[in-house]
Structure formats: structure tokens, C-alpha cells
């Protein structure tokens, strides 16, 4: 379905956030006096706005991985796409969530720590005298 009022607003090459390629288009809107500009993808057919530097949405960075879970695939582009939005936090929570679970679809045990082996964890546990749990009270007022 045709986007309505579109107008003729100069051409623009850029990679488009939605689809990931390259295009070119002129089709789109515009503010007066302005900078500010939305133009539609002709491959997706979705509108990107355009400031002086800006582009939302922003690329997102890397590329589409063939063959992956469903699962995977899901959580490695949630991550991608955070990066084009500049949610960088959530990206690297996203990718930390997405070695988890390769690491689990590849045998790891779930609530593993990698960091220690069985053997160690073991050893440590009974060569310190680490209390298993303490529960502490407020003072009283
Ligand atoms: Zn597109």
C-alpha cells in the first residue's frame, strides 16, 4: 500500500534500519526550512527520518547470521538493533543472555559458574570454613 502526500524531496542514499540495504530514494516528506526529512525505503517500504547527522533508526551494526534457532537468531538481532538506538546497555545484556544460551545449547550446565571447575568449587568447599548462610538483624531504634 502507497504511502499518501509523498512528495519528491531530493534523493538520499543511506542503509536502511529496517531492511539493511542500501537504497536510494526520493520519495518522502519534509519540513519547511529544514533539515528534517522522512524518507520512505523503496525495498521495505518503511520511513526513515533524517536530521542533519541522525537516521532513525539507526543502522544496526553486523550482519544476519544464516542457519541460527529460532531463539538465538531473536536475541542476536534484539541485540543489534539495540546498538542502532543507542541502548548499548541493553545490547551487552542482550549479547551476556545470548552466550548463555549458546553456551547451555552447547552442553554447558544452567547456573554453571565457568569461572570455577567442579573439581576446585568441590575442593573449596570443604578446605574453608565458609558459612553456609548468614542472616543478619537491623538494630533495634
Ligand atoms: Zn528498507
Not at 533524517?50 to 531463539?71: M, S, T, W, Y
Not at 538465538?72 to 539495540?82: V, W
Not at 547456573?111 to 537491623?138: C, E, V
Request: net charge positive; with cysteine.
Amino acid at each position: 500500500m502507497p504511502w499518501e502526500g509523498t512528495a519528491n524531496i531530493g534523493s538520499r542514499s543511506y542503509r536502511c534500519g529496517y531492511c539493511g540495504n542500501i537504497v536510494a530514494s526520493a520519495i518522502g516528506y519534509y519540513k519547511k526550512n529544514s533539515a528534517l526529512k522522512v524518507y520512505i525505503c523503496p525495498h521495505c517500504e518503511r520511513p526513515s527520518y533524517f536530521d542533519k547527522r541522525d537516521q532513525v533508526p539507526g543502522i544496526a551494526p553486523g550482519n544476519e547470521v544464516e542457519n541460527l534457532p529460532d531463539h538465538i537468531a531473536s536475541l542476536y538481532r534484539e541485540a543489534r538493533y539495540c546498538v542502532s538506538v543507542s541502548a548499548y546497555t541493553a545490547s551487552v545484556l542482550a549479547c551476556r543472555k545470548l552466550l548463555m544460551n549458546i553456551a547451555v545449547a552447547q552442553g554447558a550446565q544452567e547456573g554453571y559458574d565457568a569461572g570455577q571447575n567442579q573439581a576446585t568449587h568441590a575442593k573449596l568447599n570443604h578446605t574453608t570454613n565458609i558459612p553456609k548462610r548468614r542472616s543478619f538483624k537491623s538494630p533495634d531504634l
